[in-house]
Nanobody
């Protein structure tokens, strides 16, 4: 059972990145998928969630209109398209899977599976 993130890197302010998270070892299509981030020296922050069917997505206010979450059920992958990136978006981004219900929590115990994280650095 694992989630593997990729796609992080260094980008200038105003730039874009697309994060990917591939799931394996569990019924990916049945899980709600979230992105949670942790900026340097700060706590975890929930960023976005997409329901198992992909029809509903939610975002923290600070990324609304800039980030888009999506999922490819056939390939067991969830994405986070990040546009108009800001310095304050710099963080380690984790994807997380939850079997029952939907949550906007950042707490690890609210999720059943966590990825290892991918670093996003926004800097000029």
């Amino acid at each position: 059972v694992q989630l593997v993130e990729s796609g992080g890197g260094l980008v200038q302010p105003g730039g874009s990145l697309r994060l990917s998270c591939a799931g394996s070892g569990f019924t990916f299509s049945s899980y709600t998928m979230s992105w949670v981030r942790q900026a340097p020296g700060k706590g975890l922050e929930w960023v976005s969630v997409i329901v198992s069917g992909g029809g509903t997505a939610m975002y923290v206010d600070s990324v609304k209109g800039r980030f888009t979450i999506s999922r490819d059920i056939a390939n067991n992958t969830v994405y986070l398209q990040m546009n108009s990136l800001k310095v304050e978006d710099s963080a380690v981004y984790y994807c997380a899977a939850r079997r029952l219900g939907i949550t906007t929590s950042y707490a690890a115990h609210e999720y059943d599976v966590w990825g290892q994280g991918t670093q996003v650095t926004v800097s000029s």
